[in-house]
């Protein structure tokens, strides 16, 4: 019992030193990572709005002409690689979910 209440004490008492420091280290987190949530909208954006619109069967039929049979292929490696990299990988909402 006294070992719990020794560890709690330090709690109740902090400084405003401390406060400060814990406060800035949450506001920088968070800024953190909304930025990243916004930079991962952007390989979202070519997921969720992009892939489906260039996937319909008159531009697939389309696009013969230029990548024959390679269309599909293409889409899917644009997919891995459009939007903001961050230390050599695409943010996406994954990469940021496993990051928080």
Do not use: I
Request: hydrophobic fraction near 50%; charged fraction near 10%; aromatic fraction near 14%.
């Amino acid at each position: 019992v006294t070992a719990g209440a020794g560890a709690f004490l330090p709690l109740v008492f902090l400084s405003v030193w401390d406060l400060d420091g814990y406060m800035a280290w949450g506001v920088c987190t968070c800024g953190v990572l909304t930025e990243l949530a916004a930079l991962a909208r952007v390989a979202d954006c070519y997921e969720w709005d992009v892939m489906p619109s260039m996937s319909t069967p008159f531009v697939l039929q389309a696009a013969q002409k230029y990548f024959g049979q390679q269309w599909g292929a293409h889409l899917r490696q644009q997919a891995n690689t459009w939007g903001f990299t961050l230390g050599g990988s695409v943010v996406s909402a994954r990469s940021v979910a496993k990051f928080a």
